[in-house]
């Protein structure tokens, strides 16, 4: 059974302190991890909405690193 969680987080590079992609998407397309010497930089979640895909922009910074795509 899934249960859907206040979106939290600490502040980014621009200020924001939440993070929260909306609950309106039918299901997840993609998702996009970037690895560093140091942990994962960031993930990203590209939706499916209404049979069309919905892309979202990278979080926070490119650097350096390894781009993942599940």
């Avoid at 560093?36 to 939706?47: K, L, Q, S, T, V």
């Avoid at 350096?64 to 795509?69: E, K, N, P, V």
Wanted: with cysteine; charged share 30%.
């Amino acid at each position: 059974m899934a249960q859907r969680l206040e979106a939290e987080g600490n502040k980014n590079f621009n200020g924001k302190s939440k993070w929260d992609d909306g609950s309106d998407k039918d299901d997840i397309g993609k998702i996009s991890v970037r690895c560093e010497d140091r942990g994962i930089r960031y993930i990203r979640f590209d939706y499916i909405k209404s049979g069309q895909p919905q892309y979202n922009t990278f979080p926070g910074y490119p650097g350096r690193g390894i781009l993942q795509t599940v």
